[in-house]
T-cell receptor
């Protein structure tokens, strides 16, 4: 089945530790995105990438880092510099050219920092 | 100023009735796209419907339709014949600029819809 996978679904970490969230897609999409969602809030863009080996900061990139070494993979690292990392993290992908180019989302990772 | 505004804090609708979820947007681009997504309690985001700024007709997808009023910068989602499974959060989002050059979306804060049996 084509789609986006994120692992793990739930993640617990101690304060001060870096943690990497996985995102893989087999849709052959050029663009990939990372969003953060806080309770009762909308999605805020952390980073996005439209091509391999290139990525841009979104609205809330501080304390996060990404890489895009392969078209199908876009891992997100939450560093110890992120002041309030507990949140729901969603990965998405899309084509770049098309009528809609809607974003397809993964199931999300709920990160809790203790 | 917020680019996407969803001010209804929570909506209730009786099963089988229609409901309208409001969305206003702000952009200076002539070419843009508007999206609606549904987020059930499980957390995944489900794409519902799309409206392009140059589309002359209002978009429709099954029970979903979009009431697009360009001059008022509003893109309200209409759900007809509500079902219990429609209970979820609904997000309006906008892509500024044409497809390809800019693919990122800006999301509103969402509206919670509860369908009563």
């Amino acid at each position: 089945d084509g789609g986006i996978t994120q692992s793990p679904k739930y993640l617990f970490r101690k304060e001060g530790q870096n943690v990497t969230l996985s995102c893989e897609q087999n849709l052959n999409h050029d663009a990939m995105y990372w969003y953060r969602q806080d309770p009762g809030q909308g999605l805020r863009l952390i980073y996005y990438s439209q091509i391999v080996n290139d990525f841009q900061k979104g609205d809330i990139a501080e304390g996060y880092s990404v890489s895009r070494e392969k078209k199908e993979s876009f891992p997100l690292t939450v560093t110890s510099a992120q002041k309030n990392p507990t949140a729901f993290y969603l990965c998405a992908s899309s084509i770049l050219w098309g009528v809609y180019n809607e974003q397809f989302f993964g199931p999300g990772t709920r990160l809790t920092v203790l | 100023a917020q680019k996407i505004t969803q001010t209804q804090p929570g909506m209730f609708v009786q099963e089988k009735e229609a409901v309208t979820l409001d969305c206003t947007y702000d952009t200076s681009d002539q070419s843009y796209g508007l999206f609606w997504y549904k987020q059930p309690s499980s957390g995944e985001m489900i794409f519902l419907i799309y409206q392009g700024s140059y589309d002359e007709q209002n978009a429709t997808e099954g029970r979903y339709s979009l009431n697009f009023q360009k001059a008022r910068k509003s893109a309200n989602l209409v759900i007809s014949a509500s079902q219990l499974g429609d209970s979820a959060m609904y997000f309006c989002a906008m892509r500024e600029g044409p497809t390809g050059a800019n693919s990122k979306l800006t999301f509103g804060k969402g509206i919670t819809l509860s369908v009563r049996p």
